[in-house]
T-cell receptor
């Protein structure tokens, strides 16, 4: 079966760095997405990786290892507004997105 | 402003009611999606439309009926729902099926 695993909840301190991990098992693979979802709001696109390596976009970076079925989202210089759920989703061979349950990130002052 | 709008934002309905959810995208995309989001569970893909043609129906009960009259509008018709259908229903659109999806704010549905 197809599956995405990510931690349910993480806590970090304002100004610090946090890494949210995601592992996936899919039938084929056409890329890995990260989305941010604030409570009561729509998910918004953060990043897309299809090749191995690190993609940096401001304070957020996303890493992919296809051989390990593994990705992480790295958030630097954490701000209170980064408190949200972070959703990992893998695109399978049929171009269907397989979603994780999301990681709720709590930022403390 | 995400470019994808949904109405209503909140809906309470009894199990014998009939209602419809509406989604509109202003991004010129050619694919539209309905998702169900329940607490602490992954997003569940319900239906996919590409160029107005339904390409996915993930074993969704017949009490949910989608309609896509054109590439900008998507409806979800609801009838004789069950309490376990209470959830956040999200609409999304994308340009092709391999690109990032843009989500609407969702409709919070409560079935009593």
């Amino acid at each position: 079966g197809q599956n995405i695993d990510q931690p349910t909840e993480m806590t970090a301190t304002e100004g610090a760095i946090v890494q949210i991990n995601c592992t996936y098992q899919t039938s084929g693979f056409n890329g890995l997405f990260w989305y941010q979802q604030h409570a009561g709001e729509a998910p918004t696109f953060l990043s897309y990786n299809v090749l191995d390596g690190l993609e940096e976009k401001g304070r957020f970076s996303s890493f992919l290892s296809r051989s390990k079925g593994y990705s992480y989202l790295l958030l630097k210089e954490l701000q209170m507004k980064d408190s949200a759920s972070y959703l990992c989703a893998a695109l399978d061979s049929n171009y269907q997105l397989i979603w994780g349950a999301g990681t709720k990130l709590i930022i403390k002052p | 402003e995400t470019g994808v709008t949904q109405t209503p934002r909140h809906l309470v309905m009894g199990m014998t009611n009939k209602k419809s959810l509406k989604c509109e995208q202003h991004l010129g995309h050619n694919a539209m999606y309905w998702y169900k989001q329940s607490a602490k569970k992954p997003l569940e893909l319900m239906f996919v439309y590409n160029f107005k043609e339904q390409t996915e129906n993930n074993s969704v009960p017949s009490r949910f009926s989608p309609e896509c009259p054109n590439s900008s509008h998507l409806f979800l018709h609801l009838h004789t729902l069950q309490p376990e259908d209470s959830a956040l229903y999200l609409c999304a659109s994308s340009q092709g099926d391999s690109r990032e999806q843009y989500f609407g704010p969702g409709t919070r549905l409560t079935v009593t």
